[in-house]
């Protein structure tokens, strides 16, 4: 199939088993004892700001974000990113990171923060966070923690204990 058959949109409900199928496929089991599962556990992710990407009618890759705070700081969470394997390496993932990030400058969001591999977000424009500003409910490499700042300044206050934002007083 062309990759000019490719429709990014919002994910909807009804993509909700695809998805698990997809990201069980790419991370496996373990996936449940990472850390920003742990905070995924705390709520549910924003679906205006989680995207699929179609090709017919099969859902071939999904982004998710879900809100989270640090103190009196508020983000969103990018991730998990999968693309089935049949669908890697034609820049899926790519395209699917830079409609969720702009989802979220378009919703006011200050940062985005995501667990992941440098040499592949930083392109997209995310920088490692600055070490001791926000504590994982789970252990992480902090070169793998990574921020994109889409207000300027806004990574200067955050600290503490990243959480989903349900679970905290920020509004």
């Not at 993509?15 to 089991?29: K, L, M």
């Not at 919703?107 to 600055?130: H, N, R, S, T």
């Not at 490499?141 to 989903?164: I, M, N, Y």
């Amino acid at each position: 199939m062309s990759d000019a058959n490719i429709a990014y949109m919002p994910e909807k409900p009804g993509h909700d088993p695809i998805i698990e199928a997809i990201n069980a496929e790419a991370f496996g089991p373990g996936r449940f004892a990472r850390a920003a599962y742990k905070i995924r556990e705390g709520g549910l992710h924003d679906t205006a700001l989680s995207f699929v990407a179609v090709c017919e009618d099969d859902v071939v890759g999904s982004v998710r974000q879900t809100w989270v705070a640090a103190d009196l700081s508020k983000a969103l969470l990018l991730g998990p990113l999968a693309v089935r394997p049949a669908w890697k390496n034609r820049g899926i993932g790519r395209k699917l990171v830079a409609i969720a990030v702009e989802a979220a400058r378009s919703a006011a969001a200050p940062m985005v923060i995501l667990v992941g591999d440098a040499p592949y977000y930083q392109p997209l424009g995310f920088e490692p966070m600055p070490q001791g500003k926000i504590v994982m409910p789970r252990p992480v490499d902090p070169a793998r923690l990574l921020v994109a700042e889409l207000e300027k300044g806004s990574v200067g206050p955050l600290s503490g204990e990243l959480v989903h934002a349900d679970r905290s007083c920020v509004a």
